[in-house]
């Protein structure tokens, strides 16, 4: 029997290394059998000491499944108390201590559990979870909904084009943003998903407003670093344009710099497919990551976007407005667009046209929007010239 329960554990060691961390399975893991029928099993180098929680819940269902021993079923559960380096002790014997501590509280909890030693750590896991599982069934529940903000040409007034922004209406937490849910989408890969529909609403949307009759606009999407490295990104793109009946000269792709500067052989080779189908490739948070300026050349891309944190402060810290200038006129040297981002007051405003941008996005024009709303500011400006072909 322990010699089968060894093998499981072992078992799903490997497996679960990869999906606690999102990484290959790091050499150090260890299972040991420290005496009777407690097993020891050391985890290294993990991102949060919540994740181990993820390791238990597999061991827990792997040893769910019933023995075979000399034709006998045998049905047995696993109780087990985690530690976490450095917070719940600094060295092998505190751990361990602290570990068996935690293993007594699962057994009296029913067994068949985990429990981390530390009260705090036992409730982020339990957030992180109920959290993961939420938004593992947001998609089929239709939680999901896109903003979006209008991308002003501010020579003409006019609307030149509009990013969609993803928010989850969650049933108890009300609007969550994205910055609250997109890096556990990440790292679970529930990225991939709900990716795909916004993709395919954001140009579903895009086409009805041109349907409309409205003066004709881009549809700006934000991709993420693990949809970004996937071989199905430009099959989605594809898919989506299609499905949606949409130009996908008009579709824009927002991609971090620091997404871009990560491989670049195979950024260069995902981006020239997209190229290929005409989309336009923009570089949000541009100035945030580690730049290699060599890349600007090398990557086809159409447009920087200048990130809000040089914006917020261009009228008053002389280093900000240095740095957002000398990416205008950088911008301008290698003929590619540039949208200043997160502009909110009339100051910024008058800066940056003065360097030369044009092309702007913050709560000084609108806040991002639901649908309806965006169609408004449409509305509005449908009198105004349309010289919006700046950005064609
Ligand atoms: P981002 O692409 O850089 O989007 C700009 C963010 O700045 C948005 O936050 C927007 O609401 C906010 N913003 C716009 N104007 C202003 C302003 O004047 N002042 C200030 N303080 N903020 C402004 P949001 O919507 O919370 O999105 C945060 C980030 O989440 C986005 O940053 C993007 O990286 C990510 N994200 C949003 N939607 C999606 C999506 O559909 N897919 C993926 N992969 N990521 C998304
Ligand atoms: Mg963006
Ligand atoms: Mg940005």
Redesign the pocket.
């Known amino acids: 029997m322990l010699q089968a329960v060894a093998e499981r554990l072992k078992r799903c060691l490997r497996s679960s290394d990869t999906l606690a961390r999102g990484e290959v399975a790091a050499a150090g893991d260890t299972v040991a059998r420290l005496g009777g029928d407690e097993f020891i099993v050391l985890l290294t180098d993990m991102a949060r000491g919540e994740d181990a929680a993820k390791v238990a819940r597999r061991i827990l269902e792997a040893l769910a499944d019933p023995f075979r021993l000399d034709e006998q079923e045998v049905f047995i559960t696993g109780s087990l108390g985690i530690s976490v380096f450095p917070h719940d002790g600094e060295d092998a014997d505190t751990l361990l201590k602290n570990a068996d501590t935690a293993m007594y509280h699962a057994k009296d909890a029913g067994r068949n559990g985990y429990q981390f030693y530390s009260g705090s750590m036992n409730a982020a896991a339990f957030q992180r979870l109920s959290m993961e599982n939420n938004l593992r069934r947001a998609l089929e529940r239709d939680e999901f909904l ?2 979006f ?1 209008p991308q002003v040409d501010v020579a003409t007034g006019a609307i030149v084009g509009a ?5 989850w209406r969650h049933p108890e937490l009300g609007l969550v ?3 609250d849910f ?1 890096p556990l989408a990440e790292e679970t890969g529930l ?1 991939l998903p ?2 795909e529909w ?1 993709l395919r609403r954001a140009c579903v949307q895009a086409r009805a407003w041109q349907d409309a009759g409205y003066p004709p606009l881009h549809m700006a ?4 670093g693990r ?1 970004f490295r996937q071989q199905l990104l430009v099959r989605s793109v594809e898919q989506a344009v299609a499905a949606a009946g949409y130009d996908p000269r008009r579709l824009e792709l ?1 991609i ?1 710099e620091s997404v871009l500067m990560r491989s670049a052989e195979e950024t260069v080779r995902t981006l020239r497919h997209l190229k290929e189908m005409g989309s336009r490739i923009s570089v ?2 541009f100035g945030t990551g580690y730049s290699s300026l060599n890349y600007l050349t090398r990557f086809p891309i159409d447009a920087l ?1 200048i ?2 944190s040089f914006v ?1 402060d261009i009228t008053t810290d002389p280093a900000d407005a240095a740095i957002t200038t000398a990416v205008i006129a950088m911008a301008a040297g290698l003929k590619l667009e540039v949208i200043a ?4 007051t009339p100051e910024q405003v008058a800066f940056l046209r003065r360097q030369g941008c044009h092309l702007m ?4 024009f609108s ?2 929007v639901p649908a309806e709303e965006f169609e408004k500011l449409l509305q509005a400006k449908a009198g105004a010239p349309r010289l919006s072909q700046a950005t064609g």
């Open positions: 896109l903003h903000q990013e969609a922004l993803v928010r943003s994205p910055a997109i990225i709900i990716g916004v999407v934000n991709i993420s949809q927002e971090t949000d948070d976007k990130d809000q917020r981002e997160g502009v909110e996005q913050g709560y000084h806040r991002p």
